[in-house]
């Protein structure tokens, strides 16, 4: 993966549901700075996200930081309605302003929409000449997704420059194990799983409880060490507990036993068949 804008990072923080509450942004802006502090490189964010409060409460962090820009990978994600040539040269420059940053490692497009992919695709590569961003990558497509956008890439002169594509992919969400991530992984191309936690509700599911207890870690760090155990896959929960954060960075750093994977396979059995792509 050292070919990549990830930097060798499979470990990263996500940052949906943040920024939303003023009264909560000096917390949420802690919580970047403790995980900047504990090492981790890696932070998810999208113009979505708190309608960009997201963005601000990190740009926040970093600006409080003394970790450097170039030691960083930030992601960040145009949303379909504004994926238009014109929309996205203004939403990337919008989300630079909010992060406070001159580029970001890689723009994605949070989900296919209306607007045709060639034109989205304009905009990232005019973004990458300009040195706004060093990478693009895509977010909710699912194998037939893929090839289209792959379709419009080798169009424009720019075959194989896409960067990841994010996913919903954790125990609760395998769908993509059937199709889209042997492809991906064939094809080289690191797939980001979110919500790896199932948006917090596999931490309540009783079957992961009891294999976590036997194998002696939390449910969080069974759950995102799984995602891991593929070397193609980049983790990035999110959480805005300082505890929590170090307790999932601990995670990225444990190899899952023969017989704790199959635990999990016989819990949260792999596809049999192509299935929809998850998405929440
Ligand atoms: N591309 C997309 O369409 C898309 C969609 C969804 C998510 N994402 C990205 O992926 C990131 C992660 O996904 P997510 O936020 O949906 O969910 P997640 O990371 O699977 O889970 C987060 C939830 O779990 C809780 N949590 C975190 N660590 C925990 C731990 N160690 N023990 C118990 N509970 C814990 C968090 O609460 P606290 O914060 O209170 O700790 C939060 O409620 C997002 O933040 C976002 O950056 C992308």
């Not at 949420?28 to 997201?54: H, K, P, V, W």
């Not at 450097?68 to 504004?82: G, I």
């Not at 289209?148 to 960067?163: I, L, M, N, P, T």
Request: aromatic letters at 8%; charged letters at 25%.
């Amino acid at each position: 993966m050292s070919q990549t804008p990830f930097k060798d990072l499979r470990f990263g923080i996500g940052s949906w549901n943040m920024g939303e509450m003023p009264a909560r942004a000096k917390e949420e802006q802690r919580a970047f700075e403790f995980a900047l502090d504990l090492g981790i490189r890696l932070i998810d964010t999208a113009e979505m996200y708190g309608d960009g409060g997201s963005e601000q409460v990190i740009g926040a962090a970093l600006a409080a930081s003394s970790v450097k820009r170039e030691e960083l990978v930030l992601v960040s994600k145009v949303l379909p309605s504004n994926a238009s040539k014109r929309g996205t040269l203004l939403a990337c420059e919008a989300s630079l302003r909010r992060l406070g940053v001159d580029y970001l490692d890689v723009y994605l497009l949070h989900w296919p929409g209306r607007h045709p992919l060639a034109e989205t695709l304009e905009a990232f590569i005019t973004l990458r000449e300009k040195g706004f961003i060093r990478a693009w990558g895509i977010s909710n497509f699912d194998l037939e997704g893929l090839g289209r956008w792959q379709k419009a890439e080798s169009a424009a002169g720019v075959a194989d420059a896409c960067a990841t594509n994010q996913i919903y992919y954790a125990l609760s969400a395998r769908n993509s194990e059937f199709d889209l991530l042997p492809t991906m992984k064939a094809q080289s191309m690191p797939l980001m799983a979110y919500s790896p936690l199932g948006s917090g509700q596999l931490m309540r599911d009783a079957k992961l409880r009891s294999i976590a207890e036997k194998h002696g870690l939390s449910p969080a760090q069974m759950a995102i060490a799984w995602t891991m155990r593929d070397p193609n896959v980049i983790s990035i929960p999110k959480s805005v507990r300082p505890d929590r954060i170090e307790e999932n960075f601990k995670a990225s750093q444990i190899t899952l036993s023969a017989q704790a994977n199959a635990d999990l396979d016989a819990a949260f059995p792999p596809p049999s068949r192509k299935m929809p792509l998850a998405m929440l």
